[in-house]
C-alpha cells in the first residue's frame, strides 16, 4: 500500500470539514450561526498582544510586564533591560 503524504492528509481533512459544515449548515442553520459567534468571540477574546508597548517591536519567548505611570505594560527584554538601567541609575543619584 502506498504512502501518504502529509498534504494529503490534510487536504482530506479539509475536504472533510468543509462537507460537514456544509450539511450542519443545511440540517442545523441556527446551530451553526451559534457555533461561528462563539468561534469568533473566542478568537476575539483569546488574541493577545504580540507586541512591546514601548517599541512595538514583536514580542517572541520572553514578555516582561511593569507598571508604567500606573499602567501594567508588556515589554520586550530590550526595553525592559532600558528601564532596569534607568531605575538604577535613579537609585544611585539619589542615595
Known sequence: MA???K????LISVV???A????L???YPVLTGAIV???I???ILSS???HCDICDSELKRKVYTCEIEGETKEICPNCNRELEKKRSKEAIANM
Open 48 to 50: 493577545k498582544s504580540d
Open 16 to 18: 472533510i470539514g468543509i
Open 20 to 23: 460537514g459544515a456544509i450539511w
Open 7 to 10: 498534504a494529503q492528509g490534510i
Open 25 to 27: 449548515f443545511q440540517n
Open 41 to 43: 468571540v473566542g478568537a
Open 3 to 5: 504512502r501518504k503524504s
Open 37 to 39: 459567534v462563539i468561534f
